[in-house]
């Protein structure tokens, strides 16, 4: 059985870091990936790496701030999130893609697991 628990999530200032974790079990994946939803909007993609980490992928509006990672020993997902902006504010989602690809998929319907969010909240 496939389990993604978020945590990390919280508030901070405008420029302000964060590092969300997301513990997997159950088994390795293709790829794994950060979603984003604000209130009111649709859930967004934010960074997707494969499983062994050979391709990342960002989203343009994090580029430069965000790094995506995983444990290489434990099964610990990772999105460290430097110089943090009100408009990153929303609920944060892992989620998981059983399928391996060459390049980390980057459509919220190309992922079959996901996590119940934690939710970052960055004020200016």
């Known amino acids: 059985q496939v389990q993604l628990v978020e945590s990390g999530g919280g508030s901070v200032q405008t420029g302000g870091s964060l590092r969300l974790s997301c513990e997997a079990s159950?088994?390795?994946?293709?790829?794994f990936a950060w979603f984003r939803q604000a209130p009111g909007k649709e859930r967004e993609f934010v960074a997707a790496s494969t499983w062994r980490l050979s391709a990342k992928n960002y989203a343009p509006s994090v580029k430069g701030r965000f790094t995506i990672s995983r444990d290489n020993v434990k099964l610990t997902l990772s999105l460290q999130m430097n110089n943090l902006k009100p408009e990153d504010t929303g609920l944060y989602f892992c989620a998981v893609a059983v399928a391996t690809t060459r390049l980390p998929p980057t459509g919220k319907h190309e992922y079959d697991y996901w996590g119940q969010g934690t939710q970052v909240t960055v004020s200016s």
């Open positions: 159950g088994r390795t994946f293709g790829s």
